[in-house]
């Protein structure tokens, strides 16, 4: 029997999926693209909310004695939405590969959509005591389990009505739609600084949570008019409950692998998003509506970096994409992070954070498409998700989190810049591990030029 690691490698089978897959207009595949992807980011702003007002949600249901205690409590509750996520790629996923992508998509979504809510209409700590931060926990947990398939619904999505040669590029807008969404936050949390700057510890940080809910019907209206992909419906078998997960526990090791690969891409991700508002006001002193504009420039320079390095993806391979970005972030995290705490200031942050936008750009836009076509056809959904989600719970989730203790242990400003190194370490080990043998390589290589 053959290596799990060298079964999702099989080029034929790329072939008779590709073929069954008509290729539409070019107006039709952007529309098919947006109603996607609206969803997607939907999910990603609300989810990212609570990171970028975590110290006013710390001081409205998790107030302490001292100001890192209450910080620590509410960052650990973000941390803690994600735990749920392996849970959501594997109910969720598995529903997914089971009754169809177009049906998972519209799931994940009221499911995240309770989330939100839950969170927005929660009386504070003073109003209602210790049920206040539990209906907080309550409301992350369940945002975890719907974006716990949510990435690998989308993804799945686009790759499976990509045109052949495109699929990088296609894939690169499940990500795009995420940078919008950080933007769009970002531009948000502008608008309410410049509004409110003395209410928002208070109750202004509740509008964005509000912003949120009243566009879930728009986009639930969007999705519904989504049609099932072309390759789903092609498929003659599509497995129960029991077969996934038995498939799952064939393919650990794959999935484990791919679990590092995502690593440096979670890892980055929430160090220039979500920590970011957090690391620019505590640690270096710079003024709230600094570290915004900071972020809303973050979320630009990723939305050009992603499609791009998609396509190029898609000419040159994945490999040589994955191992330059994940060698250069393991070379460049400490001395960049360390240049910028020894003088803080907005254009030393700004380039910074530009700097490793680039690195996460060049990463992912290469990265989601590889683990679209890693995983076997059957569990494709559900492997991405399973992956994805084990990497964000356990790494990139508790990223805010573990920057905040680094700093406060080490005394070292530049501190969180050695866990991102040490994601961008995992992902360069499981690139080499992927790529491990010349055939393989070649056999995976042929797989992404036919996608």
């Not at 590969?97 to 177009?102: I, S, V």
């Not at 502008?190 to 949570?209: C, G, H, K, S």
């Amino acid at each position: 029997m053959s290596s799990p690691l060298l079964q999702p490698f099989a080029p034929a089978r790329v072939r008779n999926i590709m073929s069954t897959i008509p290729i539409p207009s070019h107006e039709s595949k952007a529309r098919t693209i947006f109603r996607v992807v609206v969803g997607n980011f939907l999910e990603m702003y609300d989810f990212i909310l609570y990171g970028y007002y975590a110290s006013a949600i710390a001081h409205t249901f998790f107030p302490a004695q001292d100001e890192y205690t209450s910080l620590i409590l509410s960052l650990s509750v973000f941390g803690a939405g994600f735990l749920m996520r392996p849970l959501g790629a594997i109910v969720l996923g598995a529903y997914t590969d089971r009754y169809g992508r177009r049906k998972g998509l519209i799931l994940t979504l009221i499911l995240m959509a309770l989330g939100v809510l839950t969170i927005t209409v929660t009386p504070s700590y003073a109003a209602i005591g210790l049920a206040a931060p539990f209906i907080i926990l309550i409301g992350r947990l369940l945002q975890g389990f719907s974006a716990g398939a949510e990435l690998g619904n989308v993804s799945v999505y686009l790759s499976e009505i990509a045109t052949p040669g495109d699929k990088g590029f296609y894939c690169a807008w499940q990500s795009g739609s995420q940078q919008v969404a950080v933007m769009f936050t970002a531009l948000v949390g502008v608008v309410m600084y410049q509004l409110f700057p003395l209410d928002i510890e208070t109750w202004a940080w509740r509008i964005p949570f509000v912003i949120g809910c009243l566009i879930v019907p728009f986009v639930f209206l969007i999705r519904r008019s989504l049609r099932e992909t072309a390759a789903f419906q092609a498929e003659k078998h599509h497995p129960s409950i029991g077969e996934i997960l038995k498939s799952i526990a064939q393919n650990w090791s794959l999935i484990l692998t791919c679990m590092l690969l995502v690593m440096m891409t979670t890892v980055t991700f929430y160090t220039i998003t979500a920590y970011t508002p957090t690391f620019g006001k505590q640690v270096l002193q710079l003024s709230s509506l600094d570290s915004l504009i900071v972020t809303l420039c973050v979320g630009a320079s990723n939305l050009f970096w992603l499609p791009v390095m998609g396509a190029l993806s898609d000419r040159v391979g994945r490999r040589p994409i994955l191992l330059t970005f994940s060698a250069l972030a393991v070379l460049t995290a400490y001395p960049a992070m360390s240049w910028l705490v020894a003088a803080p200031s907005f254009a030393r942050m700004l380039s910074v954070l530009l700097w490793f936008s680039f690195l996460f750009g060049g990463y992912n836009g290469a990265m989601v498409v590889a683990l679209t076509e890693i995983m076997p056809t059957k569990i494709r959904t559900t492997g991405f998700s399973l992956a994805y989600s084990l990497a964000t719970a356990f790494f990139g989730g508790f990223t805010p989190a573990i920057a905040t203790w680094l700093v406060h242990v080490s005394g070292n400003k530049a501190a969180p810049s050695i866990w991102m190194s040490c994601a961008a370490a995992c992902g360069l080990l499981a690139t080499c591990i992927l790529f491990s043998r010349s055939r393989q390589a070649a056999r995976y290589s042929e797989v992404s030029s036919m996608a």
